[in-house]
């Protein structure tokens, strides 16, 4: 039997998929290049995948463009919830952490707990937990920005659609009570000793019911790493996510397709199945790139040693 190429270290970064307004498609693919060249900087100095997705989603976690960290939507009872994870290819190790309000970083929260004692904690023991080991915390009021006091204001007042899969459907022309983050941010990297990693990090859906947990967390439907097959991270509505576990499934493409192929083999069965509105980003472990998404705009960029500067998306798909 043939051996597989060696892999060759790249990186690719989403920010969110769902119907992003023309006024705010620059200042999402300038996020995810900015952090795609801070992971790509970490590989091409012969870093780890792990600290290479660190590098990025930390970085959108403190981009109030994003609905993650800063910038994060609020509940329907005015306040941010955070859910993040990390995946480690070598092992399948996952870290994750949901529903922190005062966490700094969820991301650095979520990987101090890979390869600890439990693989997620929540609320108030995961809150406990960063104290113990040493992370920043922060007010509540500290994540929220004027963009969100606003969407929440007219969420209450009844302008803001009921159906959470509005804004990931609706053009990005559409009404301005729509407007606004609606995803995460994730990253999937691949490091010369061939070592696969996926991360994420979210703020939630817009009024959603405090304790809600979507996809980002949860290992399979928010995001996948092995080594032996390859890494996704997901993105957009995260109950239609989780119930088609679309990281899992894209990775799965990968034994038979090529990275682009498996992003594309994977968003259109969750189509079909469960009418799930969603993006996806992924590697295989070859250091192959694909992604692929059903709603109006997905903020993508990726970065590998062919390559000057990080690609950014340019137009609607």
Known sequence: MDKPPPPRPAVIVHGGAWAIPDDEWKAHREGVARACAAAWGVLAANGAALDAVEAAVTLLEEDPTFDAGVGSVLTRDGVVEMDAAVMDGRDRGVGAV????TI???FRAARSLLHAEHVMLMGEGAERWAREQGLATCD????????????????R??????DPRAAFDRRPSGPPPTRGPRGTVGCVAIDRGGNI??????GGTPGKRSGRVGDTPIPGAGLWADNREGGAACTGWGEGIL?????RTAVSHLRDASAQDAAWLSIREMDARVS?????IILSRDGSIGF????????VSYMDGELADPWVIGNDR
């Open 197 to 202: 990693a996926a991360g994420g990090s979210t």
């Open 140 to 155: 509540n009021a500290d994540f929220v920005v004027e963009r969100e006091r606003r969407r929440f204001e007219a969420m």
């Open 157 to 162: 007042a009844g302008a803001v659609p009921a």
């Open 292 to 299: 692929g998404f059903n709603t109006p705009r997905m903020a």
């Open 104 to 106: 700094r970083s969820p």
């Open 276 to 280: 799930g509105l969603a993006g996806v």
């Open 243 to 247: 119930r088609m576990g679309l990281a």
């Open 98 to 101: 949901a529903c922190v309000r």
